[in-house]
């Protein structure tokens, strides 16, 4: 069984949906709304499978959606809007059906649900870390789901090839940008590059303590992350 939530503002939209979805009874609706900030609520307390969700809603947009939820699950768009359906594909939708569909059309993309396993996009990432100058949340990895943390619950990054490591208190977490680039985005007076493979959030340190001609910093967690050469003035610019 699939947890199914539809979010559309048109009466008629979501009718079809759930004539069309009978046909599929491992597919159960749980909730159905008309608004885009209904839309947040409702898939962050039920948590969803599968998403029915229109582009052009009352409140928030589809894509704005999106950026609110805890979790991400599977997506299929329902709109009268062709324009936005590249940008469905790079947050990762599993179809984009485009209003007025037919009951073919519409199950072909339930056959797509399980046609392979999602990977996390940069591209995903971007709807929430596009959104503000220094975003409160950030969209990951973690095990086979894409989820939204908190960025004051971040205790360090690592370096992960093209990728980083998040680390919270209570997980890791994947992010598909680089190091670099989570410098770039996060906020540099909470966040300060101390290698070239680390990242600290200031308000998580513990101690600072000598090493040789260098420093190791504790974590509040325990982590110790060594400071570079090449990063010592940012160091000692934070000491008084």
Do not use: W
């Not at 699950?73 to 709109?79: N, Y």
Request: proline share 3%; glycine share 4%.
């Amino acid at each position: 069984m699939k947890k199914v939530i539809i979010a559309d503002d048109e009466e008629s939209g979501r009718k079809l949906i759930k004539e069309y979805l009978e046909q599929f009874p491992e597919l159960v609706l749980i909730a159905e709304v008309n608004n885009g900030v209904d839309a947040i609520t409702e898939i962050n307390r039920f948590k969803p499978d599968l998403v029915f969700l229109d582009v052009q809603m009352p409140g928030k947009t589809g894509f704005e959606v999106l950026a609110h939820l805890e979790e991400i699950p599977q997506i299929i768009f329902s709109t009268a809007y062709d324009q936005y359906a590249l940008k469905a594909f790079e947050v990762h939708a599993v179809d984009y059906l485009l209003k007025p569909y037919t009951k073919e059309r519409f199950d072909i993309a339930i056959n797509r649900l399980d046609s392979g396993e999602r990977k996390l996009d940069a591209l995903a990432e971007s709807v929430i870390m596009e959104k503000e100058d220094y975003p409160e949340r950030v969209l990951v990895q973690h095990q086979k789901k894409l989820v939204t943390i908190a960025v004051s619950e971040i205790i360090r990054i690592e370096a992960y090839g093209d990728y980083s490591k998040l680390h919270t208190q209570d997980a890791m977490y994947v992010s598909n940008y680089g190091i670099s680039g989570l410098e770039e985005k996060l906020n540099p007076q909470t966040f300060v590059r101390v290698h070239r493979s680390s990242i600290i959030n200031l308000s998580m340190v513990k101690e600072l303590h000598k090493y040789g001609k260098s420093y190791d910093v504790t974590m509040l967690n325990g982590d110790v992350v060594r400071v570079s050469r090449g990063y010592m003035e940012t160091i000692k610019k934070l000491m008084l």
